[in-house]
C-alpha cells in the first residue's frame, strides 16, 4: 500500500496563478483532509470531507476550493495564487467516523512569489 | 474552547540524556489523544494513541502517558535518530467530523 500520496512536492507560482494539488489514498478510508503548516502556526486545517461527493471548510477555507468526486482522491485547488499562501500543504485520510487517527501524505511545498 | 498548548518548543539533549515532552489540553470530553512525529520535510507520522487517563503506550525508546489535564512523552536514553519535531493532537469537540486540534510541536535535536 502507498498511503497517502500528494502531487507534486513542489510548485512555484506567480501571484494571481492557479494550481491544483492531488492527494490519492489507497487505504479505503472514507475521511480526508488538507492542511497547511506554517511555522509557528502548526498544522491547520483548510478543508476536509467525510465521503464522496462531500465537502466541507475548516479553519482557514479562504482563497482555496477542494472536490472529492472519487472517495480516493482528495483535490486542493487555488484560484487566485497570492503570497499569504505560500506554504506547505499536507493532506490526510481517517478510516470512518470515530477512528481519530489521521495519516498524512508527504506534503507539497508551494511557494507564490 | 478546544486547545492544546505544547512545552517546550524546542528542546536539545546530548545523546543518552532522557528527557519529557508535555502535551497540555483542554477539550470537551476527550476521545482520545494522539502523538505524532514529523521529520524534516515529510509529513507527520502517527505514533500513539491514548484513550484514558493512567494509560501508557510504549515504542523503542520512547513512552507516552496520559493524565485528565496533559500528556507526556518521555524519551529515555534518544539517540540521534530520534531528532525530529513532536506534535500531539486531540479530537476537535463534535466528533462527526473526526477533525484533530494539533499543537504546535516540540523540536527534539538529539547531539551525539
Known amino acids: 500500500n502507498a498511503g497517502v500520496t500528494q502531487t507534486p512536492k513542489f510548485r512555484v507560482l506567480k501571484t494571481g496563478q492557479s494550481m491544483t494539488l492531488l492527494c490519492a489514498q489507497d487505504?479505503?478510508?472514507?475521511?480526508m483532509y488538507w492542511y497547511r503548516q506554517d511555522p509557528g502556526m502548526g498544522l491547520r486545517l483548510i478543508h476536509y470531507?467525510?465521503?464522496?461527493?462531500?465537502?466541507a471548510k475548516g479553519e482557514v477555507p479562504d482563497g482555496y476550493n477542494v472536490s472529492r468526486l472519487k472517495k480516493q482522491n482528495f483535490l486542493l485547488g487555488l484560484e487566485s495564487a497570492a503570497p499569504s499562501q505560500t506554504s506547505v500543504y499536507f493532506c490526510?485520510?481517517?478510516?470512518?467516523?470515530?477512528?481519530?487517527?489521521?495519516?498524512f501524505g508527504p506534503g507539497t511545498r508551494l511557494t507564490v512569489t | 474552547e478546544d486547545q492544546v498548548t505544547q512545552s517546550p518548543e524546542a528542546l536539545r539533549l546530548q545523546e543518552g540524556e532522557s528527557s519529557s515532552l508535555n502535551c497540555s489540553y483542554t477539550?470537551?470530553?476527550?476521545?482520545?489523544l494522539f502523538w505524532y512525529r514529523q521529520d524534516p520535510g515529510k509529513g507527520p507520522e502517527f505514533l500513539f494513541t491514548?484513550?484514558?487517563a493512567g494509560e501508557e503506550k510504549e515504542k523503542e525508546r520512547l513512552k507516552a502517558t496520559l493524565t485528565k489535564k496533559e500528556s507526556f512523552l518521555h524519551i529515555t536514553a534518544p539517540k540521534p535518530e530520534d531528532s525530529a519535531t513532536y506534535l500531539c493532537?486531540?479530537?476537535?469537540?463534535?466528533?462527526?467530523?473526526?477533525?484533530?486540534?494539533f499543537g504546535t510541536g516540540t523540536l527534539l535535536a538529539v547531539q551525539p
Open positions: 487505504m479505503n478510508h472514507e475521511y
Open positions: 490526510a485520510s481517517s478510516y470512518r467516523r470515530g477512528t481519530y487517527e489521521q495519516y
Open positions: 477539550v470537551s470530553g476527550l476521545r482520545g
Open positions: 491514548l484513550y484514558s
Open positions: 470531507s467525510v465521503g464522496e461527493g462531500t465537502t
Open positions: 493532537a486531540v479530537p476537535a469537540y463534535g466528533g462527526a467530523t473526526n477533525k484533530l486540534i
